[in-house]
């Protein structure tokens, strides 16, 4: 199946900064979503971005499908930013299930 | 706008015994999904129903099992529970009207302790 990688798995930043989260995928696809899950567990959908880039707020979002990456951008992070980034991808093919990422943890400290 | 309902929100069941998870799509969504999430782990999806055929078939045990109702609401069965049971557990719906079904929206979860 389909491989999806996100990194860095943890990060520390300070209220304020910016931050990138990276995911790689091993295969083509025809849905990739951003997802943030807050410390209470709910799933909130960021962006669906298969391809291209989107800005929502302070968050931002660039799918390379060619070269099978995308990147999450946080700018002037604040503490409710906290939670875990999840990447997940659809191969197609027939195929209905999100694979997600291990996630990217971050901690946003005041 | 409408979400996912799931429910109950919290379960707590002792091992060998029964659960039965609900999910109400968001109106008009035609595909409902079921993922479960371990501590500290990423969701793995079990199974999808399209218009109440079981579409796709994930990591899902053979203990448990899952329909789509005529309402298209869709219920999680779980028998025999082990403690490795317990964990969060999402339905998802999503719409092949709009944008090819593509976008995919998760209800708040159920959190099943077996204990």
């Known amino acids: 199946g389909i491989q999806v990688e996100q990194s860095p798995p943890d990060l520390i930043l300070q209220e304020g900064a910016n931050s990138t989260l990276r995911c790689n995928f091993s295969?083509?696809?025809?849905?990739l979503q951003w997802f943030h899950q807050n410390p209470w567990g709910q799933l909130i959908n960021l962006f669906y971005?298969?391809?291209g880039t989107k800005q929502n707020g302070r968050l931002s979002a660039t799918t390379v499908a060619t070269e099978r990456y995308s990147l999450l951008y946080i700018s002037s992070s604040q503490t409710t930013d906290s939670g875990v980034y999840f990447c997940?991808?659809?191969?197609?093919?027939?195929?209905?299930?999100?694979?997600f990422g291990k996630g990217t943890k971050l901690s946003v400290i005041p | 706008a409408a979400g996912v309902i799931q429910s109950p929100r919290h379960l707590i069941k002792e091992k060998r015994e029964t659960a039965t998870l609900k999910c109400y799509p968001i109106?008009?969504?035609?595909?409902v999904y079921w993922y479960q999430q371990g501590p500290g782990q990423d969701p793995q999806f079990l199974i999808s129903?399209?218009?109440?055929?079981?579409?796709d078939k994930g990591s899902i045990p053979d203990r448990f099992s899952a329909q789509q109702f005529s309402d298209y609401h869709s219920e999680l069965n779980m028998s025999s529970l082990e403690l490795g049971d317990s964990a969060l557990y999402f339905c998802?719906?999503?719409?092949?009207?709009?944008?090819?079904?593509?976008?995919?929206?998760f209800g708040e979860g159920s959190w099943l302790t077996v204990v």
């Open positions: 295969d083509s696809v025809n849905n």
């Open positions: 109106p008009r969504h035609d595909t």
């Open positions: 129903f399209y218009e109440k055929m079981q579409s």
């Open positions: 998802a719906s999503s719409s092949t009207w709009t944008d090819s079904g593509n976008t995919i929206y």
């Open positions: 997940a991808v659809r191969s197609g093919a027939g195929s209905y299930q999100l694979t």
């Open positions: 971005i298969p391809s």
